[in-house]
């Protein structure tokens, strides 16, 4: 199945989005260890489906994204492809280190690291893992514990590069939206991912963020739109933000599930296409460990969903 997919520009970088992108954390093995062979044909599948815009970051598998996604491009043509990685951690090899949520990963610890040594070093990383000589674009990553150092040291470093043409594009991404905002506010970012903040769960984003976006004209990336599986199945033992779900949230999602069914569609459609209503929304990041997985997103997004759904759900 090819979903057709709108390219919107990000302002003045020459960069195009397509409406849905590839979110790598999934191949990379959240969760549940995935196959090298099985993560390269996911990324070779999104291709050929035309979803083109993959993200990527040091902290998914502490490297093994990065691995794979560039194993699985090496011998496809660089204009094929939009890519995004981040900056912000440093991988550091460490017997016993703390892998958390990617059972893939190597023995090693994520370093949170916002200096200009540590981004420049970041990013090097990246390129060598990716098998890259550039990026599209760069992401400060997670900086809530280092807001004023991210602002302060680690911005100006990403718009040197893009002024030297190192880079396309910049900006951040937070599964929080006060300091994205500050970002958009207070820098020249061209875009923000903000996940799991703009979902039929937790519309957060919505308030403050996105206007402020629309305002300054800085393109949004949708991640997280299933808030860690609970919107794609609402079953004993889901997540919510990378945790077991409370019975609360639970019941809240299957109370949506109920209304979906109602109106003959899947909990799964809409929470994927949810973001895509908003004006100041440019991409969604649909994440997948299989094929499979995949396969069924893509036919999520070509499912037509009515209107009277959308008002329903307040959406």
């Given at each position: 199945?090819?979903?057709?997919?709108?390219?919107?520009?990000?302002?003045?970088?020459?960069v195009?989005?397509?409406?849905?992108?590839?979110?790598?954390?999934?191949?990379?093995?959240l969760?549940?260890?995935?196959?090298?062979?099985?993560?390269?044909?996911?990324?070779?599948?999104?291709?050929?489906?035309g979803v083109?815009y993959l993200?990527?970051?040091?902290?998914y598998?502490?490297?093994?994204?990065?691995?794979?996604?560039?194993?699985?491009?090496?011998?496809?043509?660089r204009?094929a492809?939009?890519?995004s990685?981040?900056?912000?951690?440093?991988?550091?090899p460490?017997?016993?280190?703390?892998?958390?949520?990617?059972?893939?990963?190597?023995?090693?610890?994520?370093?949170?690291?916002?200096?200009?040594?540590?981004?420049?070093?970041?990013?090097?990383?990246?390129?060598?893992?990716?098998?890259?000589?550039?990026?599209?674009?760069?992401?400060?990553?997670?900086?809530d514990?280092?807001?004023?150092?991210?602002?302060r040291?680690a911005?100006?470093?990403?718009?040197?590069?893009?002024?030297?043409?190192?880079?396309?594009?910049?900006?951040?991404?937070?599964?929080?939206?006060?300091?994205?905002?500050?970002f958009?506010?207070?820098?020249?970012?061209?875009?923000v991912l903000?996940?799991?903040?703009?979902t039929?769960?937790?519309?957060?984003?919505?308030?403050?963020?996105?206007?402020?976006?629309?305002?300054?004209?800085?393109?949004?990336?949708?991640?997280?739109?299933?808030?860690?599986?609970?919107?794609?199945?609402?079953?004993?033992?889901?997540?919510?933000?990378?945790?077991?779900?409370?019975?609360?949230?639970?019941?809240?999602?299957?109370?949506?599930a109920v209304?979906?069914?109602?109106?003959?569609?899947?909990?799964?459609a809409?929470?994927?296409?949810?973001?895509?209503r908003?004006?100041?929304?440019?991409?969604?990041?649909?994440?997948?460990?299989?094929?499979?997985?995949?396969?069924?997103?893509?036919?999520?997004?070509?499912?037509e969903?009515?209107?009277?759904?959308?008002?329903?759900l307040?959406?």
């Amino acid at each position: 199945m090819t979903v057709p997919l709108q390219r919107r520009p990000v302002r003045r970088t020459g960069v195009e989005l397509p409406t849905v992108g590839l979110g790598t954390a999934g191949i990379a093995g959240l969760y549940t260890s995935v196959a090298d062979d099985e993560a390269h044909a996911v990324v070779r599948r999104a291709l050929e489906a035309g979803v083109v815009y993959l993200d990527t970051a040091p902290q998914y598998g502490h490297g093994t994204a990065e691995r794979r996604v560039g194993a699985a491009l090496a011998e496809v043509d660089r204009g094929a492809f939009i890519l995004s990685t981040k900056v912000g951690r440093l991988i550091v090899p460490r017997p016993g280190g703390d892998t958390g949520i990617f059972p893939d990963a190597p023995p090693s610890d994520a370093v949170f690291d916002f200096s200009r040594t540590g981004i420049l070093r970041s990013l090097e990383a990246s390129l060598h893992r990716l098998g890259l000589d550039h990026v599209d674009v760069v992401l400060i990553h997670d900086p809530d514990d280092y807001e004023e150092q991210a602002l302060r040291e680690a911005y100006p470093v990403l718009e040197e590069l893009r002024a030297e043409g190192v880079v396309r594009a910049i900006g951040a991404g937070m599964n929080q939206t006060r300091v994205l905002e500050r970002f958009v506010r207070e820098t020249d970012v061209d875009l923000v991912l903000v996940a799991g903040r703009f979902t039929l769960l937790d519309r957060e984003a919505a308030s403050s963020l996105l206007p402020a976006c629309l305002e300054r004209d800085v393109a949004v990336v949708v991640g997280g739109v299933f808030n860690s599986g609970i919107l794609a199945d609402p079953g004993p033992g889901a997540r919510y933000g990378y945790v077991s779900a409370s019975p609360d949230t639970l019941a809240r999602a299957r109370a949506l599930a109920v209304t979906c069914e109602r109106h003959g569609v899947s909990l799964r459609a809409a929470a994927l296409q949810f973001p895509m209503r908003h004006p100041a929304v440019t991409s969604v990041l649909a994440g997948a460990r299989s094929v499979r997985e995949l396969d069924d997103c893509l036919a999520q997004l070509a499912c037509e969903i009515p209107a009277d759904l959308w008002e329903e759900l307040g959406a």
